[in-house]
Each structure stands twice: as structure tokens, then as C-alpha cells.
């Protein structure tokens, strides 16, 4: 959320609003960190807006007294937020994380780090990462000497690194899971469903490479089925004990465990 190109646009009309609309009409509770829940008894408490990363803006490295306060006003800004978003982790069955491998990001990794602890499910979108504008701007270019190489020393400095088969990082794949790895949404196939759902960038780029394992048609199967997962010393899929969801009876007030529902062979 930090490092995207425009977070207003991304709060209104990004994936979280449309991955959230798809599993509420599932009928899932969904916590969105654009849309906290109310904290009782404290009001506005974590609340993220626009302008949330305007408080780096006093951020300083000079060493003494006025210093340190301004390294503790940006650090205590945020607590907020930080708690806010790691109780939601705590609370969720499962998470859903959008990891281009081209955009850096520190609270994603926390939170996926953190379900895990918990041996919860993360179901980790890694999409095709690739820069079609720098092709065209490199045979914009190809007459220009100079240019190609400020292009080609932006691209080491940046970096733009493509990546092609939408591989996650190597430190991700055994922390998730191998079975809970998704190259895209799978926008397009929901899209009547769904009129409010604006044209956005990630439609133009699965238009361009759809994706062939997409986290829609996974989610959806989800309402009627626990998925399995690979199990290397038998060499054939079986239960996924990640996915311990509890069967609870409300006949009366509160809740009682009843049985886990597991996933069947």
C-alpha cells in the first residue's frame, strides 16, 4: 500500500475492493486494511487514508534531542495502523497477499510471516512482472545514443527487472506452500457479475497474459471444498491440514466446537 502509483485510486478501485466484493457475495467476513473495522472504545484507531505516508516526510537521520523526536513522532504515527492490521491477521481464517516481485513492501511480508506462525492458509498472488512501456520507449530511442544509456543505467538503478514466469521469491515458496501460489486473479471471467468493477491496470495486463492458475475459481471452489495439497513422501495430493476451519453451533448464545471440517482425499 506504501509504494503503489496513486493510493487514492488504489483504495477506491484497487484489487482489494474487488477481491473483497467477490467474497462477501461468498458470503465471507473480509478485512480490508483500506476499510478497518470500528475499534470499540476507540475511535478512528489505525485508520489509513492518502495522506498516511505524509508523516515520512519529518523523518530525519540527524543525531540529538530534535532528532530523536522526529524519528519517534513518524514510528509512534503508524503503531496504530501496524496493531490494527496484525489483529486483523490474527482474527482471519486466511489471507490473500498481491506480491509483484517489482514493489517493495515491509507490512505484506510481516502479515504473511505472521498467519503462517499461526498455520494459517496464505493464498499469494505473484504476477507476470513486465514493462512494456521501456520496450517501446527503447526503440523510441534507438537512434539516441545517450538516451538508451541513461534508460539502461535507470534500469539497473530502479531496478526493472521483468519476471516472466511470474516465479515468487525462492524465500516465499516454502513458507506458503506450494499449492497456494496464484499468477493472477482471473478478473475477466467475474467481470458481469460485478457492474461497479471499473477498468483498472491489472485487467490490461491479465488481458495481456492471462493468468493460468487464478485466485477467483480457487476462492469459489473454496466455499464448497477444502483444497488438498502434495503430499512428496507418497507422491499423490492429500489433506491440507493448513485449512482448519471450525464447525461451530450457534443453537445457543456464544459459540461451541462442534468438529473440524478436513479436506478429503
Not at 73 to 99: G, K, N, Q
Amino acid at each position: 500500500m506504501d509504494f503503489v502509483g496513486n493510493r487514492a485510486d488504489e483504495k477506491r478501485h484497487g484489487w482489494r475492493n474487488r477481491v473483497g466484493d467477490f467474497l462477501q457475495a461468498l458470503g465471507v467476513t473480509v478485512f480490508d486494511p483500506w476499510k478497518k473495522p470500528e475499534i470499540r472504545g476507540l475511535h478512528q484507531y489505525g485508520v489509513e487514508e492518502e495522506k498516511t505516508t505524509d508523516a515520512r516526510k519529518l523523518w530525519t537521520f540527524r543525531p540529538g534531542r530534535a532528532g530523536a523526536k522526529a524519528r519517534a513522532v513518524c514510528a509512534e504515527s503508524f503503531w496504530p495502523s501496524l496493531h490494527t492490521d496484525l489483529r486483523m491477521v490474527d482474527t482471519s481464517d486466511f489471507v490473500i497477499a498481491y506480491c509483484p516481485t517489482n514493489i517493495y513492501s515491509v507490512g505484506t511480508p510481516h502479515e504473511i510471516i505472521l498467519c503462517r506462525q499461526q498455520r494459517k492458509p496464505v493464498l499469494f498472488v505473484s504476477p507476470y512482472v513486465e514493462f512494456p512501456a521501456v520496450e517501446e520507449l527503447k526503440a523510441h530511442l534507438k537512434h539516441d545514443a545517450r538516451g538508451l544509456a541513461l534508460l539502461e543505467r535507470l534500469e539497473k538503478e530502479v531496478p526493472i527487472k521483468p519476471n516472466a514466469n511470474a516465479a515468487p521469491s525462492l524465500w516465499y515458496l516454502p513458507l506458503v506452500g506450494g499449492e497456494h501460489f496464484f499468477d493472477g486473479f482471473g478478473f475477466a471471467a467475474y467481470r458481469g457479475l460485478f457492474p461497479t468493477w471499473r477498468d483498472i491496470r491489472l485487467d490490461a495486463e491479465e488481458q495481456r497474459r492471462p493468468p493460468v492458475k487464478p485466485l477467483l475459481p480457487f476462492l469459489q471452489a473454496l466455499n464448497q471444498r477444502l483444497p488438498l495439497k502434495w503430499d512428496r513422501a507418497r507422491e499423490r495430493f492429500g489433506p491440507n491440514d493448513d485449512w482448519l476451519l471450525w464447525q461451530l453451533s450457534k443453537r445457543r448464545r456464544g459459540a461451541t466446537l462442534v468438529r473440524v471440517r478436513a479436506a478429503r482425499r
